[in-house]
């Protein structure tokens, strides 16, 4: 799932100031289960700024909705309602939900209210650990299931560096090697000729916006 953190306090009140009525939206999917952006985190951070803004003696209006989520344009339209009432829009949702939200919305100020982190997996309450980063170029078939862009610290594709040291990164002696732990998992499932395999190095640069549309589909002319 995407994992997103909430931005500090005062980055989101100097983003707001000169704002008199704003409407805080939440995304009640990703960002809802890594605590960052849910109906409750919503509540919460309007409490807080509420309670600044009487602080400052600038007091500020708050409105407050969570919708399924922010990155479907279907479950937007709850918020046409209400969206003409307020002067600028609180998203708490991912970079994508925040994007949707300006398309949908372009006479409104937009403000994100979290960072978007990483792709990662949920280790504990409240603990996320980064597994992807949507590079595009899926080896986990040939690495064993573990990411070698991820989990090296370097994003090597073909092999460690010359850096690894007794299963450890030289950049972090905590930090697994993780063409170690390929070599290791490939080891045990017998797959060893797998490190022979070259993978292409992606190219990073000149990047553009990517587009999927999955086989059995296309896009629609109208959109």
């Known amino acids: 799932m995407i994992v ?4 500090p306090f005062e980055e989101i009140k100097e983003m707001l100031k000169g704002y008199k009525k704003v409407l805080n939206v939440g995304c009640g999917t990703c960002v809802a289960v890594c605590l960052a952006g849910g109906e409750k985190e919503v509540d919460v951070l309007n409490i807080e700024l509420d309670m ?7 007091p500020i209006e708050l409105g407050a909705m969570t919708i399924e989520r922010q990155c479907d344009r279907e479950y937007l339209e709850a918020l046409d309602p209400l969206v003409d009432d307020y002067d600028a829009i609180l998203s708490m949702a991912c970079g994508a939900g ?4 300006a398309e949908r919305y372009p006479h409104k100020p937009i403000f994100p209210a979290v960072d978007t982190t990483f792709i990662g997996v949920n280790q504990g309450v409240g603990w996320y650990e980064e597994r992807c980063r949507s590079c595009g170029s899926c080896v986990l078939g040939l690495t064993g299931g573990i990411c070698p862009v991820t989990m090296c610290a370097k994003g090597l594709y073909n092999g460690p560096c010359g850096g ?3 299963g450890s990164c030289e950049i972090d002696k905590d930090q697994p090697c993780a063409w170690y732990l390929i070599y ?3 080891s045990r499932q017998g797959r060893l000729d797998n490190i022979l395999k070259f993978s292409p190095a ?3 640069q000149n990047q553009i916006p990517r ?3 999955q086989p059995g589909y296309k896009k629609s002319e109208e959109v």
């Open 164 to 166: 690894t040291n007794k």
């Open 52 to 58: 600044a803004g009487k602080l400052d003696e600038n």
């Open 202 to 204: 992606t190219d990073w």
């Open 184 to 186: 290791e998992r490939l």
């Open 4 to 7: 997103a953190k909430r931005k």
């Open 98 to 101: 925040i994007q949707f939200l």
């Open 211 to 213: 587009t999927l549309i």
